[in-house]
C-alpha cells in the first residue's frame, strides 16, 4: 500500500464548475499538507500549505484536512481553463523535510 | 517571492557523458535544497537531500556516484549525471526550502531540466 493514495484522473469539468481533488494517506505521523499545481512540462507550484485540521481558503481554493479519516482536499471554486493542470499532494512529518507525494490528478477544465 | 531557477531548462546528450544541471534559489537562502526526478505521467521521486556544505543524503536505490550533487552555497545546487544513460532520461526539478520560520520552511521548484540521452 502506497503512504499517499491520489486517484489519477484524469478528471474533466465544465467552467465554473467546483473541482474537488482528494488524498488519503496512511501515515499518521504526517502533520504539513500541500497542494501542488503542475503544468505540462514545468515545476510544481506550491498552491496550498497546512498543518492543521481542518479548512483554509486562499481565494477560489480551498484545502480541507481530517487528519481523523487521514483525508485531505483541495476545491476549486469558479473553475477556469487556466485551472488545467496536474494536481500534486504532498504531505511530510513534522521535523522532518523529506516530502511524500501522491501520484497527482490530471484535470482539464472544459470551457 | 521564493523563486527556484534550473539551468539548463532542456539538454540532449549523447550516452557516455556527464551533465551538469544547476539550481539556484534567486530570493532566498536554502539551507536545503532536493533533487527529484519526474518519469511522463508519474509523481515525482526524491532521489537525494542536501544541506549547505555537508554531504547530500540519497534515497534507496539512488546511486550517489552516478547523481553527484553539490551544495556549494545557499542559493546554489548542481547535481551531475556522470556517464549518462538512455534509461537516465527523466524530467529532473530541484526545489529549495529556507530557513524554518522564515516564511520560505516549505520547499519551492524549480522549473524542471529535461534531459534526453541519445
Known amino acids: 500500500q502506497k503512504e499517499v493514495e491520489q486517484d489519477p484522473g484524469p478528471l474533466s469539468v465544465p467552467e465554473g464548475a467546483i473541482v474537488s481533488l482528494n488524498c488519503t494517506y496512511s501515515?499518521?505521523?504526517?502533520?504539513?499538507f500541500m497542494w501542488y499545481r503542475q503544468y505540462s512540462r514545468k515545476g510544481p507550484e506550491l498552491l496550498m500549505y497546512?498543518?492543521?485540521?481542518g479548512n483554509k481558503e486562499d481565494g477560489r481554493f480551498t484545502a480541507q484536512v481530517d487528519k481523523s479519516s487521514k483525508y485531505i482536499s483541495l476545491f476549486i471554486r469558479d473553475s477556469q481553463p487556466s485551472d488545467s493542470a496536474t494536481y500534486l499532494c504532498?504531505?511530510?512529518?513534522?521535523?522532518?523535510?523529506?516530502?511524500?507525494f501522491g501520484t497527482g490528478t490530471r484535470l482539464t477544465i472544459i470551457p | 517571492g521564493a523563486v527556484v531557477s534550473q539551468h539548463p531548462s532542456r539538454v540532449i546528450c549523447k550516452s557516455g557523458t556527464s551533465v551538469k544541471i544547476e539550481c539556484r534559489s534567486l530570493?532566498?537562502?536554502?539551507?536545503?535544497m532536493f533533487w527529484y526526478r519526474q518519469f511522463p505521467k508519474q509523481s515525482l521521486m526524491l532521489m537525494a537531500t542536501?544541506?549547505?556544505?555537508?554531504?547530500?543524503?540519497?534515497e534507496q536505490g539512488v546511486e550517489k556516484d552516478k547523481f553527484l550533487i553539490n551544495h556549494a552555497s545557499l542559493t546554489l545546487s548542481t547535481l551531475t549525471v556522470t556517464s549518462a544513460h538512455p534509461e537516465d532520461s527523466s524530467f529532473y526539478i530541484c526545489?529549495?526550502?529556507?530557513?524554518?520560520?522564515?516564511?520560505?520552511?516549505?520547499?519551492?521548484f524549480g522549473p524542471g531540466t529535461r534531459l534526453t540521452v541519445l
Open positions: 526545489s529549495a526550502r529556507g530557513a524554518s520560520g522564515g516564511g520560505t520552511d516549505t520547499q519551492y
Open positions: 501515515n499518521s505521523a504526517f502533520q504539513y
Open positions: 497546512t498543518y492543521s485540521s
Open positions: 504532498a504531505m511530510s512529518i513534522f521535523g522532518n523535510e523529506k516530502l511524500t
Open positions: 530570493d532566498f537562502q536554502a539551507t536545503t
Open positions: 542536501s544541506n549547505e556544505g555537508s554531504k547530500a543524503t540519497y
